[in-house]
């Protein structure tokens, strides 16, 4: 690996008494965008950051420079060939309408440890394109939240280093299969629809003669709070906080019986298996 000028190898150990005797990694960005930003500020609040470093592709440049200024342990390559050869672990993270046209110009160590984060593109296209070995590549899908740390990743297959970094900026969830993985990306693509709902409920308020301002006060806070619930109530599943959210005969319940009966679970449920369909092409 040719290290940049104040980088450290993996297999150095810091003269730092505060981390004396952990490794530090460097994590190489190829693709340097809205979710590669996120990442690394995530990683750099987290415990992880204190013993890593970072080395990122000049485009977008904007985002590139952001970075530098952010972060002294942010490096701007001069291009892509250039973060290969200076890091352990590569993230690729361009849109997948250019993943094929970049990495074919680039040359990657066959053991080089590759986490993509590129949607729609397979482990077998993967390999085929950096000459990776299929076995060193991990695909993720971390969400805009890692830059909180409050991001759940699924992560396919199962990787020691890729799970490191998902968990220091949130949770890594493992996927046994590459069907577990296409679902839980179908999953993910219901973020839209969230707000989608909350828009419409605030437009049904706002129909009644609300302000929208006063909407989202009473809206936001409300979901967030049942958010926050969900996420601390261990061990009882959605059956069951739906019916500790719902009095027996009451408002609750009848609201999610009408959208039931009136089709609206259907239609949710057609509209996963499209997008099945679409990623599992
Ligand atoms: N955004 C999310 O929440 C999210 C979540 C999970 C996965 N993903 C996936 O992550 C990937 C990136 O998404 P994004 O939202 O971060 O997109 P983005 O903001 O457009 O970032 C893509 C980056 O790739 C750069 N790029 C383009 N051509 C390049 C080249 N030849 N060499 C090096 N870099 C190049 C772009 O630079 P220019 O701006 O100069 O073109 C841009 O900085 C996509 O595959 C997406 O599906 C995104």
Redesign the pocket.
Known sequence: MALLMGEVSENQVLNDESVVGVARVVYGF???????EAIIDGLMASALGATSSVIV?P??EQ?SSRLRARYPKVTVAQS?QQVVDGCEILVL????Q?AHE?LREVLIPANTTVIS???ATDHDALARWTGVRVERIVRA????FVAQREGVTAIYPRDQAASELFDAMGTAVCCDSKAEFDQLAVASALMGTYFGVLELVASWLEAKGMSSAKAQSYLKPLFASLGNFARESAGVGFTGLRGEFSTKGGLNEQVFRDFENQGGGAALLAALDNVLNKIEG
């Open positions: 190829i693709g340097t965008g809205t979710i590669a592709s485009r977008n985002v892509n993270a361009v849109r997948w250019v970049v984060v590129i949607a899908i971390p969400l805009p």
